[in-house]
């Protein structure tokens, strides 16, 4: 079999970085960040994905920062649902297969138990919202897809959580945390290995299976267990649990936004581990 050609966007963040690391062996990969691929630019996307004609499109690239997308919503609504709306569009004309990544804050956070992929969608902030009409324009459009819905990405390198909690530690003596959100971490290199090895299941399964899955480790926590997991046994800084009404943002979010990772788990055989283990297993690594 010919190696196929994976194109990657959002080379530079924190899932697409892990991507351009461990795709090679799966294929000819062409990983671009954003200075070589702005997806603000329909043109460009056209045009990029024409002369490349890969087989598999991995989209990594996304408008992430949560709070300012309540602010330049037209801005999070070009990168997270024209530009995969354009993508699939591209991805259908070529037969080719298109992985999506997309987020738990499509739900309201209202429920008590873990959300599987058909429970009801109701944003609470625009980063969502875009993130929905991205995943609804790919679903719409009828090409070979992997949507994959995830939450709280971190690594040791972009902007994360873990990277926040680590610096402001060696800043303070103190830290206040928010402990009435509920959520499953997930690790961006964790992430990447999941989809590398779908990539390895070859585009035929792939499209075969197509759809929209929960990947998502095991377990939950709050923030603030989340930073008490990132400093272990340390005693300083001191952590203080505080609530949501505490720390105002501009963008609500969700209460609970846990994912049972089940349907994945029962169609491709594996999943994500949980967030304790990923999050060892994180630190443990170098970079
Ligand atoms: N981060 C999370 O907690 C989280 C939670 C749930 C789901 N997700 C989803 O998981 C996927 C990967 O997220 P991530 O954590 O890897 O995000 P990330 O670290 O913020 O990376 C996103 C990348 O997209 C790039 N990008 C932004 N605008 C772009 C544009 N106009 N054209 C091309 N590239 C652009 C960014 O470039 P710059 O660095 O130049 O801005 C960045 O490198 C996304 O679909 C995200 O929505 C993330």
Known sequence: MTRPTILVTGAGGQVGYELARLLPGHGKVVALDRSALDLVDADAIRSTVRALRPQIIVNAAAYTAVDRAEEETELAFAINARAPEILAEETRRLGAVLFQYSTDYVFDGKASTPYAEEAPTAPLNVYGESKLAGEQAIAASGCASLTLRTSWVYGLRGRNFLLTIRRLAAERDELTVVADQFGVPNWARAIALATARLIGLGPSYLAE????????????????????????????????????????????RPAYAVLTAAKFGRTFGFGLPDWRVMLRDCLAARE
């Open 209 to 252: 299976h197509g759809g929209l899955y929960h990947l998502s480790g095991s377990g939950v926590a709050t923030w603030f267990e989340f930073a008490r997991a990132i400093l272990g046994s340390a005693e300083r800084p001191r952590l203080n649990a505080i609530t949501t009404a505490e720390y105002p943002t501009p963008a609500r």
